[in-house]
């Protein structure tokens, strides 16, 4: 009866048009110079419930006004029972507005674009990929071994489909068949930019990810979580949540880390990339926090360029033999959000130098002016 009464109740507060209102229209606003292509945005599901409470959410499509086609689209939880965001996938045009239109109906079956997942048959890896490269986490299986690692590896990838699966189970993935190959070198330092304290001068290296939690998986944007254990920083008791999200679309995740502690307002931390004994070409932006390396190429094997963007203050950057590094500071149990991935010139998207940084500098620019949604 309670259950009933309070629909009685919420429909005497909404407006006859808004309960009779069968789809609602969603304008994305670029008021940049950069075209946005294969955005993926978010539009709060909260809004659109508003315009269009009786949304059937297996029964829905979403149309471009201008194609009258069907977009891709995905229901983003990010960990909660209910439905948090409506995540489309767009090419804006720049200082253009594009519209949607949400309605009933039936969806066409989109490409999965992203994917994560715990590999237990590969000592606990986590790996996780979009259509554009794919990515690693070690975790505690593999510690005290000649494999173990602290940072995060690359998978570079020459095709749009989803590799993970098939890779391990060819076993060889250090070989590329046709779809790329893992010769990323990681070795002691944070690899394709993961992040840890710095205390007196020094990196102070967790253990690997103890626990893992998926989020969300495809087809658009894939989220998970990696916990760690306490350690020791420099006599700094320290522990920390990772939360990592990659788009269909970009070279680049979005991590969002938490660190807790003891003893200390706040902390230094380095975001870092793995240097190469041979000469690479490095771009450093302490201003605007775009940190970027085109490493030296490795015969048949190729280029990669890994490159990371601090969206917080940085204090200074700089290179070492095996690494070059951001440093910023973090406040106990605050967020700290940074992008970081990488690209592979036998991929065709990205191949030299000038064209990597140039996709730094723009993504750095996207993260500064993003899309305006409004839902009518």
Known sequence: MKIIKLFICLAFLLPLSILAQTKATVTIQNNSALERKEAVVAIKWETILARYPQIDTANFVVINQATKKQIPFQLEHRGNATIQNLLVQVDAKAKATLTLTIQKGKPETFATKTYARYVPERKDDFAWENDQIAFRAYGKAIEKTSEDASGFDVWVKRTNKMVINDRYKRGNYHVDAGDGMDYYHVGPTLGAGNMAPFVKDSIRYSANYHQWKVFDNGPLRSTFQLSYDAWDAGGIKVKAIKVISIDAGSQLNRVE??????????????????????????????????????????GEDGTTGVGSILTTPVKNMFATNTQILAKATVTNNEPIVYYTGAAWNKAGKITDAKQWFNYLDNFYQKVKNPLVVKVE
């Open 257 to 298: 880390n938490t660190y807790t502690f003891e003893g200390v307002k706040s902390l230094d931390v380095v975001v870092g990339l793995s240097k190469r004994a041979e000469a690479g070409v490095i771009s450093l932006n302490e201003q605007q926090g775009i940190m970027g390396y085109w490493e030296p190429t490795f």
